[in-house]
């Protein structure tokens, strides 16, 4: 089976491009082996066509990219959160959630750990604040 990516991947630190799951009733089961052919479009073996995959790879960011510092002199006051996430709802399946945070001011008490056995964490707390005209704190939106 062969999928088109929407980016062009390149090779991660490890020189992986692309990594395939296979995906049954919203929960990923399996890793399946995953070759680029050409830009795009991978050629992934052990795939039958029309089954569910996810595919994780990296790519090169546009000029429209943000980076933002976090810097000891000039800490931010407020910002708009937004983050993409999976819940698993009673039914045992993965759900892709959003949730949007209109206003947050991140608190200096934070720590970012990173360890070559283990996930990289960063953990922070945000006081949430209620955006002005609209009395919202925040929103939680399943999107599909």
Request: charged share 25%.
């Amino acid at each position: 089976m062969e999928i088109t990516l929407k980016e062009t991947p390149v090779a991660d630190s490890k020189g992986n491009k692309v990594s395939v799951f296979a995906v049954e009733n919203g929960i990923i089961t399996e890793e399946l082996t995953a070759t680029i052919t050409t830009g795009k479009v991978a050629k992934v073996t052990g795939a039958t066509e029309g089954q569910t995959v996810m595919a994780f790879y990296e790519y090169e960011v546009s000029d429209g990219a943000t980076k933002v510092t976090f810097s000891g002199d000039k800490f931010p006051a407020t910002y708009r959160v937004v983050g993409d996430t999976y819940a698993r709802g009673r039914d045992g399946k993965d759900h892709k959630m959003q949730f949007v945070i209109p206003q947050a001011k991140l608190q200096s008490s934070f720590s970012l750990t990173m360890d070559v056995e283990n996930v990289a964490v960063f953990d922070f707390n945000l006081e949430v604040l209620v955006e002005a005209g609209t009395n919202k704190l925040y929103d939680i939106i399943r999107l599909g």
